[in-house]
């Protein structure tokens, strides 16, 4: 069996708990916590300059000298160094989100952990384009460093992209590639976004992280508000969805939390200024195994460095490129030369029938029409019925290509099937709808859309099989499985069912429900609620 790289290694275990679990904010963005096991170590601080200091002459002998700052090493030295965006400490909403951060240090470790094959990529991408270095942490909010990650609200990869915004910067998305997941083309899309942003919003930085949360223009309408109301228009004094007002804070909150992480017991890991990994070319389409198995790579480490790619090969009209670990290129470079393209992945024949056309038959086998006519040496589209092509097909069995979209969604299946007591699959026909569909089995739509790894508005093939859990007339147990945890509230004086849900991003009709409340009494001072909270989403 091959051999997984050590410096990748750990980072494979911790993404197979993680996969189907994404259940972020849109972009429109959230943060995501994952129960994932990690170790980390502690980081040494940056070792201070010696000081020249005036002596008398007669001890010139033992003047001590002034030195070069030593060259910062570590990346996350080299982050704290850097930081330039003012921490706001005195903001009460800064000040909830370091207290949630600093009580669960272990969830920050694991995350900066996760981050480990990404961050000089991105860290490096951020200074070159002379940006706050903060933003190399924003996909702490975004994703908890997750590319895998995937939102209710449609959103993907480490920076959370909702399609329409994915292809304004011209993120492809097709069968075989999502370049929302990809590192290289995803950063580089987020940071010419938000370039844009500061620009659009006179260099203010806090107002351009609201925007790439929740839109420029509900900044911007925000703003004229409170202009028209002779309001100051910065970030703080700025009414804006609970779920932006919570987003800026969780930034400056991280910051603080790194710049000083020994005061909060976070121990973090040393990350070595250089680069994780290389990008290597590979010129035509390639089965991942058969990639993974040339550099003695385990194939869930090369879909680590490659979140991108959707399936069992990489995407026949490209980007025909691999990133893999820096002492794993060569190598892949050296086979790659070795071996033609059509060697690069496994073919099986097909016989043409009358009326296919190589469009058809690309759409059937979710191949191009380029690759099949170069494949078969084909000089048109002209194709004879008895005549046979190559069509390309995956080299080991599925289950070998542990992180393709198709694993990851059956592994969200299996779990939340383990946890049901009976479960059926709906087959989607001709104009079905998501909402159709939970209204007919009576269910919560996000539940539906959350069990088969969608999102409530993605549209639906007729032919595809939906996984539906029995209702069993409550859906309690379900809420506590959705949520991250289950919290004590004591009722303050002012208080109101809309306000306790609004501040934790729950439903009136939960609260009701899970404290069995009497429409017609009303809250008491210090009467204690039950409540199942996602704590990203809780102010």
Same mark, same amino acid.
């Given at each position: 069996?091959?051999?997984?790289?050590?410096?990748?290694?750990? =980072?494979?275990?911790?993404?197979?708990?993680?996969?189907?679990?994404?259940?972020?904010?849109?972009?429109?963005?959230?943060?995501?916590?994952?129960?994932?096991?990690?170790?980390?170590?502690?980081?040494?601080?940056?070792?201070?300059?010696?000081?020249?200091?005036?002596?008398?002459?007669?001890?010139?002998?033992?003047?001590?000298?002034?030195?070069?700052?030593?060259?910062?090493?570590?990346?996350?030295?080299?982050?704290?160094?850097?930081?330039?965006?003012?921490?706001?400490?005195?903001?009460?909403?800064?000040?909830?989100?370091?207290?949630?951060? /600093?009580?669960?240090?272990?969830?920050?470790?694991?995350?900066?952990?996760?981050?480990? %094959?990404?961050?000089?990529?991105? =860290?490096?991408?951020?200074?070159?384009?002379?940006?706050?270095?903060?933003?190399a942490l924003l996909p702490i909010v975004e994703s908890a460093y997750d590319p895998f990650a995937y939102s209710h609200g449609r959103a993907a990869g480490a920076w959370q992209f909702i399609p329409s915004t994915a292809q304004h910067f011209g993120l492809k998305q097709t069968w075989w590639? &999502?370049?929302?997941?990809?590192?290289?083309? /995803?950063?580089?899309?987020?940071?010419?976004?938000?370039?844009?942003?500061?620009?659009?919003?006179?260099? @203010?930085?806090?107002?351009?992280?609201?925007?790439? $949360?929740?839109?420029?223009?509900?900044?911007?309408?925000?703003?004229?508000?409170?202009?028209?109301?002779?309001?100051?228009?910065?970030?703080?004094? !700025?009414?804006?969805?609970?779920?932006?007002?919570?987003?800026? %804070?969780?930034?400056?909150?991280?910051?603080?939390?790194?710049? $000083?992480? &020994?005061?909060?017991?976070?121990?973090?890991?040393?990350?070595?200024?250089?680069?994780?990994?290389?990008?290597? &070319?590979?010129?035509?389409?390639?089965?991942?195994?058969?990639? +993974?198995?040339?550099?003695?790579?385990?194939?869930?480490? !090369?879909?680590?460095?490659?979140?991108?790619?959707?399936?069992?090969?990489?995407?026949?009209?490209? %980007?025909?490129?691999? =990133?893999?670990?820096?002492? #794993?290129?060569?190598?892949? #470079?050296? +086979?790659?030369?070795?071996?033609p393209p059509e060697k690069r992945m496994q073919w099986q024949r097909y016989t043409i029938r009358s009326g296919d056309s190589l469009i058809s038959i690309a759409k059937r086998f979710n191949t191009t029409v380029t690759l099949l006519k170069t494949s078969n040496q084909l000089s048109s589209?002209?194709?004879?019925?008895?005549?046979?092509?190559?069509i390309p097909t995956a080299s080991q069995q599925a289950d070998s290509y542990v992180l393709s979209e198709v694993q990851r969604h059956q592994r969200q299946q299996n779990r939340v099937k383990s946890k049901a007591a009976s479960s059926r699959y709906h087959t989607v026909k001709p104009g079905?709808?998501?909402?159709?569909?939970?209204?007919?089995?009576?269910?919560?739509?996000?539940?539906?859309?959350?069990? $088969?790894?969608?999102?409530?508005? @993605?549209?639906?093939?007729?032919?595809?099989?939906?996984?539906?859990?029995?209702?069993?007339?409550?859906?309690?147990?379900?809420?506590?499985?959705?949520?991250?945890?289950?919290?004590?509230?004591?009722?303050?004086?002012?208080? /109101?069912?809309?306000?306790?849900?609004?501040?934790? $991003?729950?439903?009136?009709?939960?609260?009701?429900?899970?404290?069995?409340?009497?429409?017609? #009494?009303?809250?008491?001072?210090?009467?204690?609620?039950?409540?199942?909270? @996602?704590?990203?989403?809780?102010?």
């Amino acid at each position: 069996m091959p051999l997984i790289s050590s410096r990748i290694a750990a =980072l494979v275990v911790s993404t197979l708990v993680l996969s189907g679990c994404q259940t972020l904010s849109e972009h429109t963005q959230r943060s995501t916590a994952d129960e994932v096991s990690s170790q980390s170590s502690n980081i040494a601080e940056r070792p201070a300059q010696k000081v020249v200091t005036q002596v008398s002459p007669e001890k010139e002998s033992i003047r001590p000298t002034a030195h070069e700052p030593e060259a910062v090493t570590d990346l996350w030295q080299q982050t704290r160094a850097g930081f330039s965006l003012a921490p706001s400490l005195d903001q009460p909403r800064v000040k909830a989100q370091l207290k949630w951060y /600093s009580k669960h240090p272990h969830y920050m470790e694991r995350t900066l952990k996760r981050a480990a %094959p990404y961050y000089h990529h991105i =860290l490096q991408q951020v200074q070159q384009r002379g940006l706050p270095v903060e933003l190399a942490l924003l996909p702490i909010v975004e994703s908890a460093y997750d590319p895998f990650a995937y939102s209710h609200g449609r959103a993907a990869g480490a920076w959370q992209f909702i399609p329409s915004t994915a292809q304004h910067f011209g993120l492809k998305q097709t069968w075989w590639y &999502d370049a929302r997941r990809d590192i290289l083309e /995803s950063t580089d899309a987020a940071l010419t976004y938000l370039e844009q942003l500061a620009k659009r919003f006179d260099g @203010d930085w806090l107002l351009a992280l609201a925007a790439y $949360n929740a839109g420029g223009g509900n900044v911007s309408k925000a703003i004229r508000k409170n202009t028209k109301q002779g309001l100051p228009t910065d970030f703080w004094s !700025l009414q804006l969805p609970n779920e932006t007002e919570r987003y800026v %804070p969780k930034l400056l909150a991280v910051t603080e939390l790194l710049r $000083n992480h &020994d005061q909060y017991g976070l121990n973090l890991p040393s990350l070595p200024d250089e680069a994780f990994f290389s990008v290597v &070319d590979t010129q035509s389409q390639v089965d991942l195994a058969w990639a +993974a198995k040339l550099i003695d790579l385990d194939v869930e480490a !090369l879909y680590l460095l490659n979140p991108g790619f959707n399936r069992w090969a990489t995407d026949p009209a490209g %980007p025909h490129r691999l =990133l893999v670990p820096t002492d #794993k290129a060569a190598q892949l #470079k050296a +086979a790659l030369a070795q071996t033609p393209p059509e060697k690069r992945m496994q073919w099986q024949r097909y016989t043409i029938r009358s009326g296919d056309s190589l469009i058809s038959i690309a759409k059937r086998f979710n191949t191009t029409v380029t690759l099949l006519k170069t494949s078969n040496q084909l000089s048109s589209n002209r194709i004879r019925a008895g005549k046979t092509l190559l069509i390309p097909t995956a080299s080991q069995q599925a289950d070998s290509y542990v992180l393709s979209e198709v694993q990851r969604h059956q592994r969200q299946q299996n779990r939340v099937k383990s946890k049901a007591a009976s479960s059926r699959y709906h087959t989607v026909k001709p104009g079905d709808s998501l909402w159709q569909i939970a209204r007919s089995y009576k269910v919560n739509l996000k539940a539906l859309a959350r069990w $088969n790894n969608m999102a409530p508005g @993605d549209t639906l093939k007729p032919g595809k099989k939906l996984l539906i859990l029995a209702s069993n007339g409550s859906s309690r147990s379900d809420d506590i499985r959705a949520k991250n945890r289950k919290i004590g509230y004591r009722v303050r004086s002012g208080d /109101s069912l809309h306000k306790i849900a609004g501040r934790y $991003n729950v439903a009136v009709t939960d609260i009701k429900r899970w404290n069995n409340l009497d429409q017609s #009494k009303y809250l008491q001072p210090g009467q204690q609620l039950t409540l199942y909270i @996602d704590v990203r989403k809780a102010r």
